[in-house]
């Protein structure tokens, strides 16, 4: 049972566009939501994340949207660029667990 | 610069052989997770650790696989005996357990071929 479902599977922006990834969790004791960037042949690395007590974080051109009620949150990267492309897994976290979505490539074209 | 230290970085092994993975936590983090990232599976969470004892290890194959901390500063996945299709990029993470959900961090990962 897949428990962070993303969406989308791929993603194809021009370079200054606005990507935006979503995830929908099951699970209300999540309460840690972080965002990893993975590079190809490196492992996956911390980007940004939140917690449920805020509905926005803003961390350089990476901002988090966070819908508590919902159980959904999504990225946006401001002014997007080439160095940009690589995939992005958003992930749910609690005390002992973490569970990632399935990952979104992304690709911004010059 | 503490990082998560995980060796070897690449393994090709003929089936049947049994494969350790190694994986060196950050210092003083009190949580170790094993993931294994495959193109149709995306990140499966395999196991984890919370102060070395093991708290969840249901997404392994219990028949072959096998995780453990005999210290604070190593955690292994074995498999035995290895098949085609555990052919994956294996991901050890380690965090510290907060106020609410865990920071981790990942390993480089090692890139294991069965064939």
């Known amino acids: 049972q897949q428990q962070v479902k993303q969406s989308p599977q791929s993603l194809i922006v021009q370079k200054g566009g606005i990507p935006i990834i979503n995830c929908a969790y099951e699970n209300t004791a999540f309460d840690y939501f972080p965002w990893y960037q993975q590079f190809p042949g490196k492992g996956p690395a911390l980007l940004i994340a939140i917690r449920p007590d805020v509905s926005e974080k803003k961390e350089g051109r990476f901002t988090i949207s966070f819908n508590k009620s919902a159980k959904q949150f999504s990225l946006h990267i401001m002014d997007s660029q080439p160095g940009d492309s690589a995939t992005y897994f958003c992930a749910a976290s609690m005390a002992d667990d973490m569970r990632f979505g399935a990952g979104t490539r992304l690709t911004v074209k010059p | 610069d503490a990082r998560v230290t995980q060796t070897p970085r690449h393994k090709v092994t003929e089936m049947g052989q049994e494969v350790t993975m190694r994986c060196q936590p950050i210092l003083g983090h009190n949580t170790v997770f094993w993931y294994r990232q495959t193109m149709m599976q995306g990140l499966e969470l395999l196991a984890y650790f919370r102060n070395r004892a093991p708290l969840d290890d249901s997404g392994m194959p219990k028949d072959r696989f096998s995780a453990e901390m005999p210290d604070a500063t190593l955690a292994t996945l074995k498999i035995q005996p290895s098949e085609p299709r555990d052919s994956a990029v294996y991901f050890c993470?380690?965090?510290?357990?907060?106020?609410?959900?865990?920071?981790?961090?990942f390993g480089q990962g090692t890139r294991l071929t069965v064939v």
């Open positions: 993470a380690s965090g510290l357990v907060g106020a609410g959900g865990t920071e981790a961090f």
